[in-house]
């Protein structure tokens, strides 16, 4: 039986969105403007106005993104280049920050290209691992998707995740957790034990859906672009009085209309892939 005992409300917990300079996809993905401000603004401000990280760091190889990260509130590591190849895994970057900085209790991982999280996201994440007791924690969605697969001998189509006869209408079913990729929360006793972002005694946190997303085409960025009005975190001063919703600014602003619908849908349409 699993022992849960709240972690101490004092705790150290640093921030790291890892941010390398060679996109494939999308050249200069990290810091390419997406409705007026950088990509990697969308989850530098919401870290840093949260208030639970003791610092919020941006792990770079790259000058330019620095450069950015610091204007945009954010401290930057200077990550070993060996660490932000096109074959290294985020673990590598993750651990050369934690070897380096091993100044924290908690670290969270966050993902530059998850541009609709909020404060509130990080917090709620946060309390749920701190009385929960958790050694880390993961992010995820819940997806009303038919899972399929084809065996490769024989050709055929198997279903994974229902019966076919017995099909579920999507007010019966629960569907399915699907990691979103938003952040990571992890102990430095499990980060060092593991040398992974998971492991121990894990939570899940579950986000809202259209919180997953995909940003490796510019098909991807438009659909991206028109729903951060609605779904992206603006700064306090362009708030709704209830915090709830960003006003429009005038600049920066995106018509919503049908191509949003349309883009949440493309994008969670690409669950049954993943």
């Not at 990260?69 to 934690?98: I, N, Q, W």
């Not at 991982?109 to 924690?137: C, H, N, Y």
């Not at 957790?177 to 034990?193: H, I, P, Q, R, W």
Request: aromatic share 8%; proline share 6%; hydrophobic share 40%.
């Amino acid at each position: 039986m699993t022992t849960w005992r709240p972690l101490p409300s004092d705790v150290r917990v640093v921030a790291v969105i890892p941010a390398r300079g060679g996109s494939v996809s999308i050249p200069r993905k990290n810091i390419k403007p997406l409705a007026g401000r950088p990509l990697i603004d969308w989850v530098i401000k919401p870290a840093l106005h949260c208030g639970i990280f003791k610092d919020v760091y941006v792990s770079t190889d790259d000058d330019a993104i620095a450069e950015v990260a610091k204007k945009c509130g954010a401290k930057v590591y200077m990550r070993d280049p060996a660490t932000a190849t096109s074959t290294a895994s985020t673990e590598s970057a993750l651990m050369d920050f934690a070897n380096k900085n091993p100044d924290f209790d908690v670290l969270c991982l966050i993902q530059a290209t998850s541009p609709f999280i909020t404060p509130r996201d990080f917090i709620s994440g946060w309390e749920l691992m701190r009385v929960k007791g958790a050694d880390s924690l993961v992010t995820a969605v819940r997806a009303h998707r038919f899972l399929w697969s084809i065996d490769e001998e024989t050709g055929l189509a198997n279903a994974k995740n229902y019966e076919p006869l017995k099909r579920p209408r999507r007010q019966d079913w629960d569907g399915e957790l699907v990691e979103n990729g938003a952040f990571y929360m992890t102990t430095k006793a499990c980060l060092d034990s593991n040398q992974c972002r998971l492991g121990g005694k894990m939570v899940l946190f579950e986000m809202e859906e259209h919180t997953f997303c995909e940003l490796d085409s510019l098909v991807d960025w438009q659909i991206v672009a028109n729903m951060t009005e609605d779904y992206g975190y603006w700064p306090p001063t362009n708030w709704d009085e209830d915090g709830a919703k960003a006003t429009p600014i005038s600049n920066t602003k995106i018509a919503m209309g049908g191509a949003a619908v349309l883009g949440l849908g493309l994008m969670l349409g690409r669950l049954s892939a993943k």
